[in-house]
C-alpha cells in the first residue's frame, strides 16, 4: 500500500505548529501573570501565580511533547518509506532474476533442439548416404550381372546380330 510520506510531513508540520501555538499561548499567560503580579495586591495573587506557573509548564512540556512526536512521525514516516523502496528493489531485483533464468532455460531448451535436429539431420544424412550406397552396390551388382550375361552370351557365340 505504501504510506504517503508527503501527508506525514504535513501531519508533523501540524503537530510542530501546533507547538508553536503552546509557546505563544505560555507567553501570554506568562505576561498576564506578570502584569496580575505587578497590579494587583492581593492574598490571592501568590495561589494565581503558582498556577499560571502551573499552566505555564504544562504548556512548555505539552509543546516539548508535540516537536518530539513531530519529530518522530516525520523520522517513522521517512523510514517506512525507505523500507518500502528497499522492499520494491528487491522484488524488482527477484523479478529480473526469474526473468533472467526464464529466458536462460528457453535459451537452453533451444540449444536442446537446435542439437537434437542437428542430430537427427546427421542420422537421416547417415541413413540416405547407406542407402545411397546400397543402391550403388544393388546397381553394380546389376552391372556385373548383366555384363557377365553378355560376356557368357559372346562367350558361347550365340549372340547374332
Not at 504535513?10 to 501546533?18: D, R
Not at 497590579?39 to 512548555?60: F, N, P, Q
Not at 550406397?133 to 552391372?143: G, K, V, Y
Amino acid at each position: 500500500m505504501g504510506i504517503d510520506v508527503g501527508r506525514e510531513k504535513a501531519n508533523a508540520n501540524k503537530l510542530s505548529i501546533f507547538a508553536q501555538d503552546l509557546r505563544s499561548a505560555k507567553r501570554k499567560i506568562s505576561r498576564y501573570g506578570s502584569e496580575l503580579n505587578n497590579h494587583w495586591e492581593g492574598s490571592e495573587v501568590a495561589c494565581y501565580g503558582k498556577a499560571i506557573s502551573d499552566i505555564e509548564t504544562r504548556l512548555g512540556s505539552a509543546a516539548a511533547e508535540l516537536e518530539a512526536l513531530a519529530g518522530a512521525v516525520a523520522l517513522a514516516a521517512e523510514e517506512i518509506c525507505r523500507e518500502e523502496e528497499e522492499q520494491r528493489r528487491r522484488e524488482e531485483e527477484a523479478r529480473r532474476r526469474r526473468e533472467e533464468e526464464a529466458q536462460r532455460r528457453r535459451e537452453e531448451e533451444m540449444r536442446k533442439a537446435r542439437e537434437e535436429e542437428q542430430r537427427r539431420q546427421a542420422e537421416e544424412a547417415e541413413r540416405q548416404e547407406e542407402e545411397q550406397e546400397e543402391l550403388e552396390r544393388a546397381a553394380m551388382a546389376a552391372a556385373a550381372a548383366a555384363a557377365s550375361s553378355v560376356l557368357n552370351l559372346f562367350g558361347r557365340g550365340s549372340f547374332h546380330l
